[in-house]
């Protein structure tokens, strides 16, 4: 009888171990709201600025001032759209990707900003322009990264059905390749390629890159023997060059799941 009651006793304790093992699996990761002060490279390339963001409709908009921003919080919180006039400037999220920036980058913009960390670098880059933010702590960019993913999943619901949109829609690549100017010499440019848009910038200072390209229909070719990559989308068009044949594997593995 003894040897039973230890049993079942042994029986009902792997039984609860196992139910509450699983409740803390299933249980998604509550991830808190960011802090809306962040620090904002400028226009002009290494002016960086404490600024306070409010997510609204389809962008990010900022503020210089903690009472401005969090007036206009309030107003979208009751469906009120259009940021008032102290509203320094805005983000706009549509078609856009998050993403944490390369090692370098993230070294060289963290050592430009007093008491700031790698962790807290993310940039978001969208067919325009890429912008390059510093906040905190890896855990305060983790949840600007599901803000932003929050704020997009509410205009395109219907997307989120579709396991390659959800996987990809913050994937990026950046890397040097070479184009031919109009003399017909190779220049190295800085290329982005995201889950939208394929981007030329001249140089790494550049916000606003000098050719974009959507990938949404785009067709693309890969030459091994040149390492030239032909990208063409509604009527542009643009030949890269590769450094190698690593390089070349890269950028064709990216975009070949980024355009089918």
Not at 104 to 111: K, L, P
Not at 124 to 152: A, V
Request: charged share 25%; net charge positive.
């Amino acid at each position: 009888l003894l040897l039973l009651l230890f049993l079942v006793s042994v029986c009902v304790c792997v039984c609860v171990c196992v139910c509450v093992c699983a409740m803390s699996a299933s249980a998604p990761v509550e991830i808190p709201p960011p802090q809306p002060w962040v620090t904002k490279e400028g226009t002009r390339p290494g002016s960086w600025k404490k600024r306070y963001f409010v997510a609204g409709p389809h962008a990010l908009y900022y503020f210089s001032k903690e009472e401005e921003g969090a007036a206009y919080k309030a107003l979208v919180e009751e469906g009120y759209s259009d940021p008032p006039a102290k509203c320094l400037g805005s983000v706009p999220l549509e078609n856009c990707s998050f993403w944490y920036g390369n090692p370098t980058s993230r070294s060289y913009c963290s050592e430009l900003v007093k008491e700031s960390s790698p962790t807290g670098y993310f940039e978001i880059m969208t067919g325009h322009r890429r912008y390059r933010y510093l906040c905190k702590n890896q855990s305060e960019r983790l949840s600007w990264r599901q803000l932003i993913s929050d704020n997009r999943a509410r205009d395109e619901p219907w997307l989120l059905r579709f396991g390659k949109y959800d996987k990809h829609r913050h994937m990026v690549q950046e890397g040097t390749l070479s184009q031919k100017d109009n003399k017909g010499k190779l220049k190295e440019k800085l290329v982005v390629a995201t889950f939208y848009y394929l981007l030329i910038f001249k140089n790494f200072d550049n916000h606003t890159p000098e050719m974009s390209l959507a990938l949404d229909g785009a067709e693309y070719e890969a030459d091994p023997s040149t390492l030239v990559l032909s990208v063409k989308s509604h009527g542009q068009s643009v030949d890269l060059e590769c450094p190698d044949q690593f390089g070349m594997n890269r950028w064709s593995g990216f975009l070949r799941q980024m355009t089918k």
